[in-house]
């Protein structure tokens, strides 16, 4: 988003670039760096029967529970950091681009 207009100037191509490595991201945060830092994951379900879909959350067993694990507190502060930075970054990109909008 930042460093697009130095490879190109075709606005949909930034935004459609954009928009797939967003996606990457959290898919990657969400399912990948979840499970392995903090033994998170989830999914989409759907019922073959009624054809409705539903979220299914899940977390690793806790150490005192039989095949449970010790999360590591560094990686645990890591993932709920970048966690909840992200959509930070982003509203602070939204905001400066929005200002510079108004100031030129």
Do not use: M
Not at 51 to 78: C, I, M, Y
Request: glycine fraction near 8%.
């Amino acid at each position: 988003y930042l460093l697009g207009l130095i490879f190109t100037s075709n606005f949909v191509l930034i935004f459609i670039i954009t928009i797939l490595l967003l996606a990457s991201d959290f898919y990657y945060l969400k399912n990948i760096a979840g499970r392995r830092l903090v033994g998170l994951r989830w999914w989409n379900e759907v019922d073959a029967t009624s054809g409705e879909s539903h979220w299914v959350f899940e977390s690793a067993p806790q150490p005192n529970e039989p095949g449970g694990k010790l999360v590591n507190a560094t990686d645990k502060r890591f993932f709920w950091l970048a966690l909840y930075c992200q959509p930070a970054l982003w509203v602070a990109l939204a905001v400066v681009a929005v200002s510079g909008k108004w100031a030129g």
